[in-house]
């Protein structure tokens, strides 16, 4: 494999960092998650964007263009031969003391995996999946804004923990005010009577790439789309309810804390966004090799 590291492409092998970096430190640093699909990098510039946008947030100089950044990825990829997979694009603060003082790291790392990805297994986008409320709340957003996706996801580490120790893969989160925030690294949606609803980012939910295509997506297809404040027991009575994101795409939950949502099965609306997904992410990707 190879790992675009230091403005140049390295065997994985080679792919190191100092131990004095501030993203292994400290958890300084930026991410994306994004996908490749048939050939194609799904919503390159979007997730570029959003990179920057979070950089800004933390006061983060990249050394690099957003232009430059996105034909990192497609390198990355072409050099994986990598149609259909995962892509990591790390911005670390870099080399610096072993104090906070983030000024004094002259130089920022970035680095770029380009690699395979199954989140879930496959049957669950069939027959839906379980899930349970953890304790961890979700970190308040003027702690750590959920728009910015930083390195530091100890936050969602716990409640990945709690998940897997109850016997499930997913867990929902909560704010501070007993609002539902988010899964542990997927968007949160839910169904009733017709009108599909999700949290709204100022409640601790990240502004999901796949979260904003699944709202075009239901709106094109004359579906009423609200960002609405919901509580656990919203969740409980919904219709249908289903989680959104980079690696898990669109998966539906028929199951909160022992709760069976809706009919106990995918709903027809949740399948309905499942197969148009499929259909927009043919159309809405940067080429990887030359046609």
């Known amino acids: 494999m190879k790992i675009f590291l230091g403005g140049k492409l390295v065997d994985e092998a080679d792919a190191k960092i100092s131990v004095f970096d501030h993203g292994l430190l400290y958890g300084d640093g930026i991410f994306e998650g994004i996908r490749a699909y048939h050939g194609k990098v799904f919503l390159l510039d979007q997730h570029v964007k959003r990179l920057f946008e979070s950089a800004k947030a933390i006061a983060l100089e990249i050394p690099m263009t957003q232009q430059e950044m996105a034909d990192a990825v497609i390198k990355t990829c072409r050099a994986n031969e990598l149609s259909d997979g995962y892509i990591r694009l790390v911005v670390t603060r870099g080399v610096g003391t072993l104090g906070l003082n983030p000024y004094l790291c002259k130089k920022p790392e970035v680095f770029i995996i380009a690699a395979k990805i199954q989140l879930y297994p496959i049957e669950l986008y069939e027959t839906g999946m379980k899930v349970v409320t953890v304790g961890t709340v979700r970190n308040h957003p003027e702690a750590i804004n959920p728009r910015i996706k930083s390195l530091n996801y100890l936050n969602n580490v716990l409640a990945k923990i ?130």
């Open 162 to 291: 709690e998940a897997i120790n109850s016997g499930v893969l997913e867990c929902i989160m909560l704010n501070g005010q007993g609002q539902v925030a988010e899964a542990s690294g997927d968007n949160v949606f839910v169904v009733k009577d017709g009108v599909l609803k999700t949290p709204p980012v100022w409640c601790g939910a990240l502004d999901g790439l796949t979260r904003r295509a699944v709202i075009q997506i239901a709106e094109d297809a004359g579906l009423t789309v609200k960002e609405d404040v919901l509580q656990r027991y919203d969740l409980f009575t919904a219709d249908e309810m289903f989680l959104t994101g980079t690696a898990a795409e669109v998966i539906a939950v028929i199951d909160v804390d022992r709760r069976s949502i809706g009919t106990g099965k995918p709903g027809h609306i949740t399948v309905d966004l499942q197969n148009r997904f499929k259909e927009f992410v043919k159309d809405n990707g940067t080429p990887i090799f030359d046609t």
